[in-house]
C-alpha cells in the first residue's frame, strides 16, 4: 500500500509515528504502543531509524508488524550517514522481502566523532533517493524544514537543495516540527514558488514534557512562539496539565491547519497511545467531514 495512492484521494490524512526498541529488552513494550496506535486506523504509521542503523532490524520487525499484522500502510524511515552502499542496497532488500512499499529517505545527523563522509558513502539523502530509485519500486519520502535545517546557511540554500533532492525521485515531503502555523505557510508558498510541487505533509509533535521541548528547541532552533512558551512555563513543571496543554495546542495547529488546505496531517506519537488516540479523538468528525 503505497502513502502515495493514499494521498491521491485529496482527504486529509493523519498519521502517526512511533520509535522502535534499542534492546530486545523493550521491544514488547514498543509492539503494544504500536498495537494500540494501529487500532486508531491511521492512514499510515512511519517508523523511525537509528542514525548509526544499530537497531535497523527493529524498524523493519515494527513496520512489517504494522503492515503485514495490523493491516496499516507504514513508512519505514532510512537513514544513510552511517552505512556503506552496500549495506543500504541489503536493507532495501529485507524491506521488498517485509512487504514495506514506503521508504523515508534520510540523511541522518552527522555523527559528532565520525569523519564524514566516508569514501564511498553518500553524502547527502539526494543520492540515497536517486539508489532507491534503482533499487526497487518504493514510495519516497524526504525531510523538509520549514525553519531550514540547522546546518544550512540560509532557507534559500535549503529549499535549492530540497529541490534537487525532489528531483531525485521524492513522493511527499514530511516537515520537521514547527509550531507557529504561519511559518508552513510561508514556507509552502517559497517552495511552490520555486517548482516544488509535490505533497507536503505537516509534523506535529504534542508537547507532554516542557523542560525537554525547550531543550530540543534551543538545539534544532525551532521557533517557540510566546503563547506556546506560556504554556510551557506555567504547566511544564506538572506531568497531567502539560500533557491536557499540548495535546490541546496541537489539536488546535492541526485544524488550522486544514482550515487553511492543509491535507497531510503527521503526528510525532513517540509511542504514546493515549496522546494518538486523543488527537484522533479531537479531529473525529473533522477528518471525516
Ligand atoms: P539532506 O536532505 O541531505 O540535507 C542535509 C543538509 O545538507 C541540509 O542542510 C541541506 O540543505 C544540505 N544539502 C543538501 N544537499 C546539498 C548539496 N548538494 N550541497 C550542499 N549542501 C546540501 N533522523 C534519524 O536519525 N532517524 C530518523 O528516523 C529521522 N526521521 C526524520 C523524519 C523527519 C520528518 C525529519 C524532518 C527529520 C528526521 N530525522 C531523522 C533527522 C534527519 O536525519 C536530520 O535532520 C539530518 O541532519 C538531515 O537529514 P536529511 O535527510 O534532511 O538531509
Keep these: 500500500m503505497k502513502i ?7 482527504k486529509v ?4 509515528e512511533v520509535f522502535p526498541p534499542k534492546t530486545d529488552h523493550t521491544y514488547d513494550s514498543v509492539e503494544r504502543a504500536t498495537n ?5 486506523k491511521p492512514h499510515f504509521m512511519s517508523v523511525t531509524y537509528g542514525a548509526g542503523g544499530g537497531s535497523s532490524k527493529y524498524t523493519v520487525n515494527i513496520a512489517s508488524n504494522i503492515y503485514n499484522q495490523l493491516g496499516v500502510a507504514s513508512l519505514a524511515h532510512l537513514t544513510c550517514v552511517s552505512s556503506t552502499k552496500e549495506e543500504i542496497h541489503q536493507m532495501l532488500t529485507v524491506f521488498k522481502e517485509n512487504n ?8 541522518g545527523d552527522i555523527p559528532k566523532n565520525g569523519n564524514f563522509p566516508l569514501p564511498g558513502h553518500y553524502q547527502y539523502a539526494a ?14 519520502g524526504g525531510a523538509c524544514y520549514p525553519e531550514g535545517h ?6 534559500e540554500t535549503d529549499i535549492r ?14 516537515t520537521q516540527m514547527f509550531f507557529d502555523n504561519t511559518i508552513l505557510y510561508n514556507y509552502l508558498y517559497r517552495i511552490r514558488e520555486k517548482g516544488i510541487t509535490i505533497p507536503v505533509i505537516a509534523g506535529i509533535m504534542p508537547v507532554t514534557n516542557g523542560k525537554q521541548i525547550k531543550r530540543i528547541c534551543e538545539l534544532s532552533g525551532t521557533y517557540l512562539p510566546t503563547r506556546f512558551k506560556a504554556i510551557v512555563d506555567t504547566f511544564g513543571d506538572n506531568d497531567k496539565a502539560m500533557k491536557q496543554a499540548g495535546i490541546a495546542y496541537a489539536t488546535e495547529q492541526i485544524i488550522d491547519l486544514i482550515a487553511n488546505g492543509v491535507k497531510g496531517i503527521h503526528v510525532y506519537s513517540m509511542n504514546k497511545p493515549e496522546i494518538a488516540a486523543s488527537i484522533k479523538n479531537n479531529l473525529l468528525d473533522i477528518i471525516n467531514s
Design 150 to 155: 540547522v546546518e544550512s546557511l540560509n532557507k
Design 36 to 40: 494500540k496506535i494501529a487500532e486508531l
Design 161 to 174: 537543495y530540497l529541490k534537487e533532492k525532489v528531483d531525485a525521485g521524492c513522493d511527499f515531503l514530511t
Design 127 to 140: 543520492e540515497l533517493i536517486k539508489d532507491i530509485k534503482v533499487h526497487g519500486d518504493f514510495c519516497i
Design 13 to 16: 490524512t493523519l498519521s502517526f
Design 100 to 107: 514495506i512499499d514506503n521508504v523515508l529517505a534520510l540523511r
Design 4 to 10: 502515495k495512492d493514499i494521498i491521491k484521494q485529496n
